[in-house]
């Protein structure tokens, strides 16, 4: 049995495809939730989530690993995975705060992980995650495109896609472009431009753990490799903006998914 509110999609394609979320009357009773699998996968679609709160959509956020391995020890004292889960939740923490989401809308999902700090994808990590949807009670979800070799992207894609083709609990699912994301077709998109892509590298930035890994390890900041995958996302739709966040929809109408 459902227990989300039913919504029709027809609101968001009156343009046709890709829709341009600015160029659409959203319904601002939709409630969102955002299934981060790491503490700063929710400032990737920083724009997205701006352009809904100010809509008046409530919005709500789980984080779904600690995110630990991502911590370079030079950076953690003492550099434990204790201790970096803390600087992680930390850096979430003060990002969502400069958001301006509700302390009440972020939560940390405590679920069992492998070695290298990646879900499991278990029946009780599924209750988990099942319970959390079904109390938050989203019409739309944001998470990461299945077709990702990341490990725990990949399994948020599989987790929440059981949860909604057997609940048939949501209306859709925006799948989020990601620097590592192989192939998706852009059908829905929010522009913006230097003016946003600036607050938002302010959010980036406060993951100061992942910055300095980039820096380190790619020689440029987090927030231009977030950035970079929205500039070149925008040259390939209509209009050619700045910048824009883009996601492939998912839609759970019936119980085979379709």
């Known amino acids: 049995m459902s227990v989300s509110r039913p919504h029709s999609l027809n609101w968001l394609f009156v343009r046709g495809r890709p829709a341009d979320l600015t160029a659409v009357s959203v319904p601002p009773d939709l409630r969102v939730a955002v299934l981060a699998p790491h503490p700063d996968d929710f400032d990737a679609?920083?724009?997205?989530?701006r352009l809904l709160q100010c809509n008046g959509n409530p919005i709500h956020v789980a984080v779904l690993t600690?995110?630990?391995?991502?911590?370079?020890?030079?950076?953690?004292?003492?550099?434990?995975?204790?201790?970096?889960?803390d600087i992680r939740r930390e850096e979430q923490r003060a990002s969502c705060k400069l958001f301006g989401l509700p302390d009440d809308r972020l939560e940390f999902l405590p679920l069992a992980e492998d070695e290298k700090a990646h879900q499991l994808d278990t029946p009780a990590n599924q209750e988990m995650l099942d319970n959390y949807l079904r109390r938050v009670c989203p019409d739309i979800v944001f998470l990461p495109h299945g077709h990702d070799p990341n490990i725990a992207h990949h399994r948020t894609y599989v987790m929440m896609h059981r949860y909604a083709v057997l609940s048939k609990a949501?209306?859709?699912?925006?799948?989020i472009r990601d620097p590592k994301t192989i192939e998706m077709r852009a059908d829905v998109f929010t522009p913006f431009d230097d003016e946003t892509a600036q607050w938002k590298a302010g959010l980036l930035r406060l993951h100061l753990s992942q910055h300095q890994r980039n820096l380190n390890t790619r020689r440029h900041g987090f927030d231009d490799r977030i950035l970079n995958v929205n500039r070149l996302a925008a040259q390939e739709l209509p209009g050619r903006p700045q910048y824009a966040e883009t996601f492939e929809l998912e839609q759970f109408d019936r119980a085979d998914g379709g």
């Open 66 to 85: 600690t995110g630990w391995s991502g911590v370079e020890d030079s950076f953690a004292t003492p550099p434990t995975p204790q201790r970096k889960t």
């Open 170 to 175: 949501m209306t859709a699912a925006f799948l």
């Open 45 to 49: 679609t920083a724009a997205t989530m």
